[in-house]
């Protein structure tokens, strides 16, 4: 059985927070679009996916109301989205339909999503459901900007604004299931782990 220690109103704006984090994902895509162009080759993919992670996984640690280790969440989400870009784009020929998209974030989510749940703090619960859940949550985020009407024939290295709301909203609550927020966390809290599990 899990137990939070979090109380509604801190779950909410800590929720809330992690969810405005999206505005991380056209900053990430700007620096990813500066640094390789267009996804339309493998080193593109490769170099726009490791500068678009790294700067969504520290947009990410921002939001995250110290949950997560810089040292360990940015290089993984930097590597992750890399070689899982990379891996998505080619498989689907550097395409950019709707099916395309969703395919390629699934796939870009198959292996990011394994890199972020191994940096996730070792008293995470169930950290697993967090690699489980990014293929679903990264396809949804294209598939939801797609529908939008962004021009996703540009071929960025991530999806809108729409599919980032989106993408944040939901992740936002898997996190506090996996990862609650200590209110009471700090450099010289003794606070036990939050959760226990039987």
Do not use: K
Not at 32 to 57: I, K, S, W
């Amino acid at each position: 059985m899990t137990h939070f220690a979090t109380s509604q109103p801190v779950f909410l704006r800590t929720w809330l927070l992690w969810t405005a984090g999206f505005l991380a994902f056209p900053v990430a895509g700007i620096a990813g679009d500066l640094a390789a162009g267009r996804v339309d080759d493998a080193p593109a993919a490769l170099l726009g996916g490791l500068v678009t992670g790294a700067v969504l996984g520290t947009g990410q640690v921002l939001v995250s109301r110290r949950r997560l280790d810089p040292r360990r969440w940015i290089p993984a989400t930097a590597i992750g989205m890399g070689l899982g870009l990379l891996l998505g784009a080619a498989i689907v020929g550097y395409g950019t339909s709707l099916g395309e998209l969703a395919l390629m974030g699934a796939l870009t989510g198959i292996v990011l999503g394994p890199a972020q749940a191994l940096a996730l703090p070792a008293r995470t619960h169930r950290r697993w459901l967090w690699a489980a859940a990014l293929p679903i949550l990264w396809a949804l985020g294209w598939t939801v900007t797609t529908l939008g009407g962004i021009s996703v024939e540009n071929q960025f290295t991530i999806y809108g604004a729409y599919g980032a709301v989106t993408f944040s909203a939901l992740s936002g609550l898997l996190l506090h299931y996996l990862l609650p927020y200590r209110a009471a966390a700090g450099p010289a809290s003794t606070q036990t782990p939050i959760e226990t599990q039987a």
